[in-house]
DNA sequence: TCTATTGACTTGTATAAACAAGTTGACTAT
DNA sequence: ATAGTCAACTTGTTTATACAAGTCAATAGA
């Protein structure tokens, strides 16, 4: 029920890093002495590392220490992807005040060419969300979700005007465990025109993704249209050795 | 010296998972089968599986087994970065006939505006190098990069023709450990309209990124400029859960 | 028939220990 | 002085073990 070990030590760590403790460059303490002052065995220290080096964070060196990698100067972006993080998340994280319009709420049933788009078996009763994601008075993203009916058969407009997200887990006791995401620029349709300010681009950064709950069901296919100027995303990756 | 256990093990799921011995939905045997027939530590296979999971083909569930949640389908766009390839890499695992231009090197030196750009240090001598790539004779990746000298002082043209990474691993025996990258959408630069193919379309998908070596010198500032209906982008992310 | 419990599975976390292998600096012998 | 060796670090891999916790079906009891 708590929280495991790994976890706090994982986020002092990543604190200490985003607060310039540890400036880009530094190396951290070896893992032993992490092992003293955390009270635990190698391992567990060695699975927070692992997760910081995943995040791009840490670079760990074969004999000689853990490095730091992380320069705040080079993350000022609006939003970075880095994670499965629901749009207000990513807001509340980057402490901006946002708004959700919900332009349109409506149940379908996946044909074949539904089918191909989202990944849904054809026949599955959907609801079809479209929400426009504000920031300030600056629309800056057109999010087109469609949702497994028979995990949310209570899915309504309020709802979807607040968080989804915070329903599923929250309300239904959800968990939501991954998501794959695919990035695209594409030319703008007449939906990111009328809703967008577009400011005279015709073309829309495109992440499009399938979210699976934990009994591996999945249960949600989106697609957010982002004003390009505004949004990046970093995702970190190790190499593979080659064999 | 010889690979890890644990590397043939990731490799053999791979294969049935890639292959369809394992279809969409199916779970894997249980972790202590796997055990009996590998003769290794739960451990050991955990972390091949771990391996899987991060890469989106995998989804563990508490108590009830693996599930396999990749289908061959959804997987076909031409390059899908889930790791750190060269362009000729990732071509040739798509076993395609590719071709690179080489049509700009030169030694440049970091100025306030590039390091901003880049990420190295204002006085750093860089290579700059240019390439267009191609996919038969359709160029489909503008590729800009600067390159650290200080790291492969004999780096030249030819290099660049062929396989610069190719060059860093094999000559140098450098080792390439960790990317941060970084993806948008911007309006056509001249240097597209030039070289690239895009039959009327005025954007290209950006991905920019930062690469280290084992020493934790970020030896490579990489910028490529892909033609937008050619490429997507595949990252499998696992959900924090809230604390 | 229905409900509750148990027990046998599954994956998740953590400890402890050993050895492999890369790095670094000090020390030694030439 | 210089090159080589060694010892003391570092991270990387693997084994073995134990227990926690989620799932599921069979079984026992009402």
Redesign the interface.
């Known amino acids: 029920m708590p ?1 495991p070990k790994y ?1 706090p030590i994982y986020k002092e760590i990543r604190n200490e890093i985003l607060s310039g403790v540890y400036a880009y ?1 530094d190396y951290l303490p070896s893992e032993n002495e992490y092992t003293q002052k955390y009270g635990c065995t190698r391992n567990t220290i060695r699975r927070a590392i692992g997760l910081l ?2 995040e ?1 964070l840490l ?1 760990p ?2 004999g ?1 220490g853990v ?1 730091v ?1 992380y ?1 705040p ?2 993350g000022k ?1 609006l939003f970075t ?4 993080e629901s749009f207000s998340e990513a807001a509340s994280r980057n402490s901006l005040r946002v708004k959700t319009r919900v332009v349109g709420f409506e149940e379908v049933t996946a044909d074949e060419q539904l089918s191909i788009k989202t ?1 849904f078996d054809p026949g599955k009763e959907l609801f079809h969300v479209q929400r426009i994601r504000q920031f300030g008075n600056k629309p800056i993203i057109f999010d087109e979700n469609w949702f497994l009916k028979s995990e949310m058969p209570e899915l309504n407009e309020k709802i979807a005007a607040a968080s989804i997200y915070r329903y599923l ?1 929250m309300e239904l006791g959800m968990t ?12 703008a349709i007449p939906e990111d025109i009328q809703y967008l300010d577009l400011h005279g ?5 495109v992440v499009s993704g ?1 979210v ?1 709950n ?3 069901v ?1 249960f949600e296919f989106t697609q957010s249209r ?1 004003v ?2 505004r ?13």
Not at 81 to 84: A, D, K
Not at 201 to 205: E, Q
């Open positions: 929280s976890e460059g080096t995943s791009g670079l060196q074969h000689r490095q990698i320069s100067d080079t972006s992807v880095g994670g499965i990944g887990e939501i465990t991954t998501s794959k995401r695919r990035v695209s620029a594409e030319q681009l015709d073309f829309v950064l399938q699976f934990s009994r591996g999945m982002h390009p100027d949004v990046c995303f970093i995702e970190s990756a190790v190499r593979q050795k080659i064999s």
